[in-house]
């Protein structure tokens, strides 16, 4: 099937006289026979539904649509984006190792990295989102367990040469995690291009509504565990009975575990009514990309010949940095988001957005709405304006958020309020 359908088809196939649509069941418990059978489930040697926060009737058929999308063997949902990154990297990380991550990752997967994972004795080499071959091959250390970054940063808008890392990962024989979220499998499918592991944050295009929180992780299936670098996948698992994952679940073995262990133990499981909001929006979500990269290139490009605009930023644009690598791994575009630099420093920013009408201040990003945020007064206002230039944040940066309203009426909105600044 093509991907237009995969949105619509994949994941659920009813039964005769069974509900057309994808049920939600909210039920966190599922009735056997026998204590037998139960205890066949605890065991991993019959699979089956016990209890919700392992798996869920619901999930499962979203997990399996997303999974077809990427590429993949298998998937498992999460509460959050954070919770889908937490779990997959505590998945095969524990005290002692050390990953290397990109610098220009969302902000709470950079906090994650950089304090509450390095607390846990996870250690972390940020390189920047542009590095070379050769820096990236020196970041590497004997416990490197994996390599992290996103296809397209939020907010930065960086572009990850994504099979010069894969090659690089693979070089040092550990997976290459990436996070997905900005251009999703309609624009972008990393495991295409070497990824091992893909995580997105729901939350964003993929709901499209801003209606319910979520994340997944995506395991490719591709991975070789059994290279003496994760024993936790290759070597007896005590709390099973000593399973071996690799051996009892094959190439599924990374998402297999993330489910039976970290799932289990930790517990960020999504809600069966925000699998099935999520479910309603993937339906959409081949109709709804294009709208957006459409959109967001007519506004980059209005912007760029605007002079009270100082500078824009969006990979699709020709004078991009970017151009050539977003052409390379995603020609039909790369996502709705567009930053820009007003003329007049910070005042200059803050005065644009309070005149804008239809486009609305709000933190979300990647929904069907038109909306924005100034990072210097809200998600870094902590920082001076030193500070944020350091972090390529500059104070009178706006993120564009341009959602699938006609876009003559977001260019209007924009040129009214760029006219009062
Ligand atoms: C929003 C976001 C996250 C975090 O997701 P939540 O669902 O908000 O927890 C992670 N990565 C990227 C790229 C994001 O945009």
């Known amino acids: 099937m093509k991907i237009e359908t995969k949105c619509i088809q994949s994941g659920y196939t009813p039964k005769n006289g069974e509900p057309r649509v994808l049920p939600i069941v909210q039920s966190t418990t599922y009735k056997y026979d026998t204590s037998d059978e139960m205890g066949k489930l605890f065991d991993l040697e019959a699979e089956g539904f016990f209890y919700t926060r392992l798996a869920n009737p619901t999930l499962d058929a979203v997990e399996k649509k997303i999974a077809d999308l990427e590429g993949g063997v298998g998937a498992m949902l999460t509460s959050s984006g954070q919770a889908a990154t937490t779990a997959a990297v505590t998945n095969i990380c524990k005290s002692g190792d050390h990953v290397i991550c990109s610098s220009a990752v969302?902000?709470?997967?950079?906090?994650?990295?950089?304090?509450?994972?390095?607390?846990?004795?996870?250690?972390?080499?940020?390189?920047?989102?542009?590095?070379?071959?050769?820096e990236l091959n020196d970041a590497f250390k004997d416990n490197t367990k994996l390599v992290f970054t996103e296809s397209v940063t939020n907010?930065?808008?960086?572009?990850?040469?994504?099979?010069?890392?894969?090659?690089?990962?693979?070089?040092?024989?550990?997976?290459?995690?990436?996070?997905?979220?900005?251009?999703?499998?309609?624009?972008?499918?990393?495991?295409?291009?070497?990824?091992?592991?893909?995580?997105?944050?729901?939350?964003?295009?993929?709901?499209?509504?801003?209606?319910?929180?979520?994340?997944?992780i995506v395991d490719s299936g591709n991975f070789d565990w059994n290279n003496g670098k994760f024993p936790m996948l290759s070597t007896p698992d005590e709390t099973y009975h000593g399973v071996v994952y690799t051996e009892h679940f094959g190439k599924s073995a990374f998402i297999a575990k993330a489910r039976v262990h970290i799932m289990r133990d930790m517990g960020p499981q999504q809600s069966p009514m925000n699998a099935f909001l999520l479910n309603i929006g993937l339906e959409t979500l081949f109709l709804r990309m294009p709208r957006h990269c459409e959109n967001a290139l007519a506004v980059a490009k209005f912007l760029e010949a605007n002079d009270k605009i100082e500078w824009v930023n969006y990979p699709s644009l020709e004078s991009s940095k970017y151009y050539k690598l977003a052409q390379k791994y995603m020609p039909n575009?790369?996502?709705?988001?567009?930053?820009?630099?007003?003329?007049?420093?910070?005042?200059?920013?803050?005065?644009?957005?309070?005149?804008?009408?239809?486009?609305?201040?709000?933190?979300?990003?990647?929904d069907a709405r038109t909306c924005?945020?100034?990072?210097?007064?809200?998600?870094?206002?902590?920082?001076?304006?030193?500070?944020?230039?350091a972090a390529?944040?500059?104070?009178?940066?706006i993120r564009f958020s341009v959602g699938i309203e006609n876009v003559e009426d977001i260019i209007a909105d924009l040129k009214q309020a760029i006219d009062k600044v």
């Open 372 to 389: 924005c945020l100034h990072p210097a007064s809200a998600t870094h206002r902590q920082m001076n304006d030193q500070q944020l230039e």
């Open 333 to 366: 575009g790369t996502c709705g988001v567009v930053s820009f630099g007003v003329k007049g420093g910070r005042k200059a920013a803050e005065k644009l957005m309070a005149e804008l009408k239809l486009a609305s201040i709000v933190t979300h990003v990647a």
């Open 392 to 397: 390529g944040i500059y104070p009178n940066m």
């Open 155 to 216: 907010p930065s808008l960086d572009i990850a040469d994504i099979e010069m890392f894969a090659k690089c990962a693979h070089g040092h024989n550990v997976p290459l995690f990436v996070d997905n979220t900005f251009p999703t499998p309609i624009n972008f499918r990393p495991i295409e291009w070497g990824a091992d592991i893909v995580l997105h944050s729901t939350s964003k295009y993929m709901d499209g509504h801003a209606v319910a929180l979520g994340g997944v």
């Open 106 to 134: 969302y902000g709470g997967t950079f906090n994650l990295f950089m304090k509450t994972l390095k607390d846990l004795g996870i250690d972390c080499t940020f390189v920047p989102p542009m590095v070379t071959e050769q």
